[in-house]
């Protein structure tokens, strides 16, 4: 039976459960998560050790975890918890996966085969990565995340003007420029090596989170690590679920999220779909006063200029019609957002309309 929204049963949220990561998703009711975010082994196949020039050892991942005898072993590795998140993704949820070369293009395959329907394929570009110290091949400067719809019906969240804002008002690309995990944010142990050979930048969970889900929904990690996922969750007032099988990390994590102080007001982190907000005809802010019949309204360069009317439209010369029939006309453009072309005067700037539209839509809030 799938669960409705919002209703994974308490004992699960905000903890970390301890063990495999089949096993505990198939715990879960099915149908209840709305985002899954997963950091899977990359089976990075590494033979021997890496030495600098220097010839001292890098730091690189050779964990049991991430060591498979065979990539049919890694297949049905990956098969198996694909399968397991499915299951528990509400059918308007999304899932990302992020991988090297070593293994995202076996996991697209998979996520293909098993029904999921991709969404975008996003680049995260590293502003410092590791040399390749070997000097046999390129230095490998990225990682790609896959983003997937549960079903390609489905109407899974993206908070489009939220990446908007995010990126200084233009569309967010799929290539996101950030760095490894450095400096403060990086754990460490007591003899100062990494807590986590794989630890991912806040940066980049803040965006996969903010992206794909909204304020009290529910984010699984099934490769909580040391709980990244989890931190970020919890700041952005989603809650969220880890699995983890190793205990080291299960308590790094949970004094890590401890330490986490979530946004207290819950506007402060969601950004409504402007289709969603309340509409408010250019004419109410005529009847409220907020501008009088015959102001003066410009384009931002001062190039075209309209008086407003009583009844609600504004006149360019001879004319007459709405702020956005009006800005085509006098562009000789086919069409034309108002709120956004006509500006008004006030102590001696000129100051967006919409700004007074703002004003009334927060009184209705």
Known sequence: MVCAMNDLPKKYLNRILHGNCVKAMNSLPEGSVQTVFADPPYNLQLEGDLLRPNNSKVDAVDDAWDQFDSFAAYDEFTEDWLTAARRVLKPDGTLWVIGSYHNIFRVGRILQDLGFWILNDVVWVKTNPMPNFRGRRFTN???TMIWCSRDK????????????????????????????CTGKERLKQNDGSKAHPTQKPEGLLHRVILSSSKVGDVVLDPFFGTGTTGAVAKRLKRSYVGIEQNKKYVKIARERISKVIAVEDHTLVETPAKRTEPRIPFGRLIERGLLEPGVILCDNKRRHSVRVRADGTVAAGEFRGSIHQVGAHVQKAPSCNGWQYWFFEAGGQLVPIDILRQQLRAELH
């Open 141 to 143: 400067a990225h990682e």
């Open 153 to 180: 019906n489905s109407k899974y969240t993206f908070n489009y003007e939220a990446m908007k804002n995010l990126n200084d008002d233009l569309q967010m690309r799929s290539d996101w420029t950030m760095p490894l």
